[in-house]
Each structure stands twice: as C-alpha cells, then as structure tokens.
C-alpha cells in the first residue's frame, strides 16, 4: 500500500512540477512593461524594505532560485536574474519575501529553520531503516521488532511532515509580500500582476503536494501501528 502512495504522489508531483515549468517557460517570454530585470527587482524590492546585508547573486540550473538566510543572498537563477520578464519578476520578488521574512523575524520562518536540522536527521533515520529493511532487516531483527520500528519510522515521518506544513504559511507569505510589493512600485501593469501571481500559484502547488504526500504517509503508518497493537 505505501509502494501505491508513493508512486502516486510522485506521478502528481511529477505533473505539477511539469506544469510549473511550462508555466515558467510561458510567462519567461512575456517581457516587462517597466524593463526591469531580476536582479534590478530583488534589489530594489531589498532596499525599499531597508535591508542592505542581503547579496543578490546568480546561481547556476533551472529554477534553482532561493533564498539563503545562514549568507543573506538571494540566488537566482541566470533565467532569472538576467531576465526581464514577467515570470523573472515574480521569481525574484518571490525570493526577497523570503529575506523580507528573515529581516522581520516572521515566526513560521524562525520555526522551520530551527526545525530543519531536526528534519535532516529525522531523513536520515528513515533513509537507513528503509535500506535496511530492503535487504531483509527485519528478518534478522525478528517480526517482535517490528512495532519498535515502526514507532520510530512514525516520529521521524512526523518531524518531516511538520516542517512541510510549516513550510505551507511561509511561501504562501513570501508569495503575498511579492505580488502587494511589484504591484505598489509599479514594477507590473494589472495584467501582468495576474500572470506572475499565476506562476506563483503553480510554485506553491510544488509544496502543497509535497506536505498533502507527507501528511498521507504519516497517517498510513499510524494506522499500520494501531493495527499491530489491536492484534
């Protein structure tokens, strides 16, 4: 059944991520009226907001834009950072919510970068179980092992999980404070303020997926363990 799950959200996923991309191909040819390029938007959008540690660089690969807080650089990429089009904007801005947040101390932000080392570890547990029941662990443990394991498999899952509906609130957020921000300044007409609010949907649905999946699993191996318990 957990082979089914995951097989089904990463075909979900799979599309989703596909439309994303289209998406950005699309609105990445529709040129800004105001003829801003990215890194001309995040910078502006960094200082409009007083905030001036914060780099903004260019990174290399294809929607790899992010925002670093342990540097304060908002990392573009070239599509983005040299782009002056409607899907650059809502990109750039999109990443410079992000640094908006860090400088404001939005508190979603400060719980999922203080949960994230948690979650790595959490991911690593998980990732050796998995290979170590592939290989017939289990086995070698005994079957009386099981319910130990899978209570552990389920805290871990629960670590992860939380991070990814926290993660919900702050790209939403970051998202919100770009579209008010590009269309405050002007950086888009109205018509271009619904395509790069568009593009920004589509990330966001990138996540959504992602936590809905989590969350799935989470609760497949809940009742898997009530299930051992009841027996």
């Known amino acids: 059944m957990i082979f089914i799950i995951g097989i089904f959200f990463m075909i979900v996923s799979w599309l989703v991520s596909n439309k994303l991309k289209n998406k950005f191909k699309e609105y990445s040819q529709i040129r800004l009226y105001s003829n801003m390029s990215g890194k001309e938007i995040a910078e502006k959008m960094l200082i409009d907001h007083g905030i001036y540690d914060v780099k903004v660089i260019c990174v290399e690969g294809e929607l790899t834009d992010h925002y670093n807080p342990l540097d ?24 410079c919510g992000h640094a908006v947040q860090h400088a404001t101390a939005y508190s979603f932000l400060q719980i999922r970068s203080m949960m994230v080392p948690i979650q790595n570890v959490s991911a690593r ?41 926290i993660t919900l609130p702050v790209e ?42 989590s969350l799935t699993t989470l609760i497949y191996y809940i009742l898997q363990y009530i299930g051992m318990k009841d027996e």
């Open 72 to 95: 304060k650089t908002v990392n573009l990429s070239l599509d983005v950072y040299e782009s002056r089009s409607v899907a650059a904007a809502a990109v750039a801005s999109h990443e």
């Open 125 to 165: 547990i998980l990732n050796i179980i998995f290979f170590v029941t592939l290989f017939g662990g289990i086995a070698l443990t005994g079957m009386s092992s099981l319910p130990t394991i899978l209570l552990i498999v389920i805290g871990c899952h629960f670590i992860v999980t939380l991070v990814s509906l």
């Open 172 to 213: 939403f957020d970051a998202s919100s404070r770009a579209l008010a921000w590009i269309n405050q300044k002007g950086i888009v007409t109205t018509q271009e303020h619904e395509i790069a609010k568009d593009a920004l949907k589509w990330a966001a649905m990138t996540y959504v997926v992602a936590a809905i999946a």
